[in-house]
């Protein structure tokens, strides 16, 4: 949505109010990624939470598929200033990756096939903000943009959103994953601009 920031129609200038501070909209999708794409074949996928004391929750991507899928339409936001609005994904929520899951730990980091990881605290990924999509606009998710499955935290900066996915750890403490011990911000809240440290 666009609102004007003056009355005056033939001086009219308009802000997007879904725009956060800092950044600009673009209708392509850039990719972005520290390393190669990793190729992972459906049929070897496993998605595990492991939840500390030898509790280890798995799915094969059969097992994924057979839970309930939801369809997400969402504004994505990359710290290096371009947003995308109403991105559309179909995945399975965290909310029910975690049903099962008992854990004290308020901390998580998630790992991605290819070594890539990313701390998130683990109220981020629950309550319907986060998802593990394998879909982009109707088709499978591209390796590109981190098929077969990517997470997906749509209120973070999208270096968040780990490609490739393969596991989320709980942890006691807040640990940095690689960009984040790299120079980027332990939480990426894109409203606040919580880019760099
Ligand atoms: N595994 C993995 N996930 C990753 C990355 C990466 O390099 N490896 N890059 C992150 C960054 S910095 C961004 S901006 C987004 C980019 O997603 P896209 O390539 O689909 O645009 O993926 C994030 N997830
Ligand atoms: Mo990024």
Redesign the pocket.
């Known amino acids: 949505m666009a609102i004007p920031t003056s009355g005056f129609a033939g001086r009219r200038r308009t802000r997007d109010v879904n725009l956060p501070p800092g950044q600009y909209a673009t209708d392509s ?7 190669p794409t ?1 190729r992972v074949l459906r049929a070897d996928w496993t998605f595990q939470i492991a939840a500390g004391q030898g509790r280890t929750h798995q799915w094969t991507w059969e097992q994924l598929q057979a839970l309930p899928q939801e369809d997400v339409t969402t504004d ?1 936001h ?3 200033h371009w947003s995308k609005f109403g991105t559309a994904w179909r995945g399975v929520s965290l909310d029910t990756l975690f049903e099962d899951v008992e854990s004290g730990s308020d901390h998580t980091m998630v790992h ?3 070594g ?1 990881t ?1 701390n998130i605290p683990l109220g981020d990924l629950l309550d319907g903000k986060a998802w593990l999509v394998h879909e982009f606009d109707g088709e499978p998710l591209a390796a ?3 098929g077969p499955a ?2 997906l935290v749509p209120h973070l ?9 393969s596991g989320i750890r709980l942890m006691d403490q807040d640990l940095p994953g ?2 984040e011990t790299n120079g980027y911000a332990m939480y990426g809240d894109p409203w606040r601009e919580d880019r760099y440290w």
């Open positions: 999708f850039p990719v972005m990624s520290a390393g990793p994505i990359c710290v290096t991605s096939y290819g890539y990313t590109a943009h981190g990517r997470l900066y999208l270096w968040k959103s780990a490609k490739w996915v690689f960009w």
